[in-house]
């Protein structure tokens, strides 16, 4: 069996984050099983994709965790709640910043926010406005499950951030420049809570190989996807170390509709 695995952000979205109807036709005219392997939540990426016909686990939240279509868990890898408030309270304060977690309390998706935000963090909160999943918190504290815990900032202070918190915690960690935003992002997660632990986890719950996978991505968390599966595929705006890694570079970009266009002539 053939299967294909598609990052969303500057892969198989547009930069404004549409799809063309012509990619909704492709997708929903597929003839192999066909999913998605996002950062996002399964709120977030569902209304995004609102139109096509979703058959597949979808691996989510940067690989943390993997939902059925109709949103049921089928596997979670979250950071225990100890180990992200002792951290947390070390890098506020060592150097004054605080993160925002993304997560999961009795079932509902959840975004906590400091009260104490800096301008990016502001920035990016403007995109939640009227979100019930989204909130302001005084003294920021863990969830049951913590799914990832995200930093907004300059490189340079990220880094260090990593650094720190990778030196004394057993944590997955992903460094990269925001897509949207003129800052960088600092993602922790469950050590396999990554996009490559999660394909794998996926492999096995519908039962195909590795081999017969195929994936398209664009950026730095899907590199670890790239190096698993049987075919990797990097659209025309991918970061040089993506391309690097894989087996095919598309002559298209995401605003060009690459994927969808790859795909229509299998």
Known sequence: MRYFVTDLDKTLLRSDLTLSDFSRRVWNDFSHPLTIATARSYTGATKLLRGLKLTQPMILLDGAMIASPKGDILRINALPPDMVDSFMDEIERE???RPLIVGLENAEEKFLYPKKLNPHQE?????????KRVLNIEKLRALPHNLKVVYLGDEPTLKAIESRIKSRYDVESK?????????????LLHPLGDKAHALKELEEIVGVEAKDVSVFGDSLNDIGMFEWAGKAIAVA??????KEKAHIVLERSNDEDGVAHYLAAL
């Open 95 to 97: 150097f004054d910043e």
């Open 123 to 131: 920035e990016l909160l403007q995109n939640y406005r009227n979100d």
């Open 175 to 187: 460094l990269s420049k925001d897509p949207y935003q003129n800052c960088h992002f600092l993602t």
């Open 237 to 242: 705006n991918a970061l040089p170390q993506v």
